[in-house]
T-cell receptor
């Protein structure tokens, strides 16, 4: 069953505006981690931001912030002051435990963001 | 070199060929991963190595064979692939036991099977 849901296949935003990319998740673990990655056309997955399930405050990293609503099981990414270089695929991911081992990331299908001049 | 590197960046191979993908991480991490990214599909975890031991293979066909000789290097050996194996193969590393276990990815190898 899909554990990470990104309902927006594509989004447009004008340069210098803010944009919110949606992510909902499903887990029964009390301890989990949520991540956002950016994938430009070059293919590399770039780590943006992390939110732990026990973190009291929403994570922020520069122009990126994570709107974490635990009761709703949502972890939306907010990009402020969009730049043309922000055009890329954005993936939400959740850390999952591999029994008797370590961890892996379970990714959503991604949202394609296009920033227009 | 910094971060995670992968070679080759592009690979075209026939179904009867044998090739290998290489990944090297320069971050001092203790876990490495292979992911497959097909068009319009989420990333699929293929293999996990933690402390150089394979801990997860996620039901990957045997035509994919991983190798982790040390904590910095990871290989994916390919043989008798199928056209549906054409995809972007991403390597990642992380430090287990610290922080959020965020994974850092290489640029990927874009594989085309003809």
């Amino acid at each position: 069953a899909q554990k990470i849901t990104q309902t927006q296949p594509g989004m447009f935003v004008q340069e210098k505006e803010a944009v919110t990319l949606d992510c909902t998740y499903d887990t029964s673990d009390p301890s989990y981690g949520l991540f956002w990655y950016k994938q430009p056309s070059s293919g590399e997955m770039i780590f943006l931001i992390y939110q732990g399930s026990y973190d009291q405050q929403n994570a922020t990293e520069g122009r990126y912030s994570l709107n974490f609503q635990k009761a709703r099981k949502s972890a939306n990414l907010v990009i402020s002051a969009s730049q043309l270089g922000d055009s890329a695929m954005y993936f939400c991911a959740m850390r999952e435990v591999i029994p008797n081992s370590g961890y892996a990331l379970n990714f959503g299908k991604g949202t394609s963001l296009l920033v227009t001049p | 070199e910094t971060g995670v590197t992968q070679t080759p960046r592009h690979l075209v191979m026939g179904m009867t060929n044998k090739k290998s993908l290489k990944c090297e991480q320069h971050l001092g991490h203790n876990a490495m991963y292979w992911y497959k990214q097909s068009a319009k599909k989420p990333l699929e975890l293929m293999f996990v190595y933690s402390l150089e031991e394979r801990v997860e293979n996620n039901s990957v066909p045997s035509r994919f064979s991983p190798e982790c000789p040390n904590s910095s290097h990871l290989f994916l050996h390919l043989h008798t692939l199928q056209p549906e194996d054409s995809a972007l193969y991403l390597c990642a590393s992380s430090q287990e036991g610290q922080g959020g276990y965020e994974q850092y990815f290489g640029p990927g190898t874009r594989l085309t099977v003809t």
